[in-house]
Every structure is written in structure tokens, then in C-alpha cells.
């Protein structure tokens, strides 16, 4: 089993910036791809960032790129989301997740541990 907890999220106005963390601990983190993951009222949850444990490789969606940056800290067992220049769209509540997918994953369906979520919500 993996416990995820996030912290960070609030209010910030648009172009404003926030950085979000999610604390692990079970299992060992290292050997987990983590995620992290969006969800607004009425969609459906979505990708927006992965980081492998294997080869350290970082993957984004399209929208967020050059924006956000996903990093973790394996010491500490820790992964954060830098997110900059943010949109009033990008309101939602932000999920972190942990997947033993070796690469990482945009699949939330191969994700395995999940945390409750932080709200973020970006005024115009």
C-alpha cells in the first residue's frame, strides 16, 4: 500500500503561480511513477504530468508544457508540481497518484494509489 498526501493548493489570481506536493509513504516510493492528475466540475479527470522512477524521464500534457514541472524527491519521499502562469481553467482539484507502470503513464486507469486531492483555483 502507498498513502498520498497532497498539500498546496488555494486560490492565486491568473498568471499567478502555486506549487503543489504530495507526500508518500508505505511502500517503497522510488519504485513508483508518480502523477499527477486534474479534475473540474462536470469533466472527467485528466493527465497533466508523470515522472518515472526508472530513467527519470518527465512526461506533460500538451497544454501545461513549458508551465509546469513535475520533480521528485526520492529522499524525502516527495513529488511536486510547479505550476506557473496559471489559467482560470486550470481551476480543479488536483490529484497526485502512484502507478507501477515502470516509464510512467498519461493512463489514470494504470495509476494504483491515489490521494484525496487539493483544490486549485485560479481567479480572472
Known amino acids: 500500500q502507498v498513502q498520498l498526501v497532497e498539500s498546496g493548493g488555494g486560490l492565486v489570481q491568473a498568471g499567478g503561480s502555486l506549487r503543489l506536493s504530495c507526500a508518500a509513504s508505505?511502500?517503497?516510493?522510488?519504485?513508483?511513477?508518480m502523477g499527477w492528475f486534474r479534475q473540474a466540475p462536470g469533466k472527467e479527470r485528466e493527465f497533466v504530468a508523470a515522472s518515472s522512477w526508472i530513467n527519470g524521464n518527465t512526461y506533460y500534457q500538451d497544454s501545461v508544457k513549458g508551465r509546469f514541472t513535475i520533480t521528485r524527491d526520492n529522499a524525502k519521499n516527495t513529488v511536486y508540481l510547479q505550476m506557473n502562469s496559471l489559467k482560470p481553467e486550470e481551476t480543479a482539484v488536483y490529484y497526485c497518484?502512484?502507478?507501477?507502470?515502470?516509464?510512467?503513464?498519461?493512463?489514470?486507469?494504470?495509476?494504483?494509489?491515489w490521494g484525496q486531492g487539493t483544490q486549485v483555483t485560479v481567479s480572472s
Open positions: 508505505g511502500r517503497t516510493f522510488s519504485r513508483y511513477a
Open positions: 497518484a502512484a502507478s507501477s507502470v515502470v516509464g510512467g503513464t498519461y493512463s489514470r486507469y494504470e495509476y494504483d494509489y
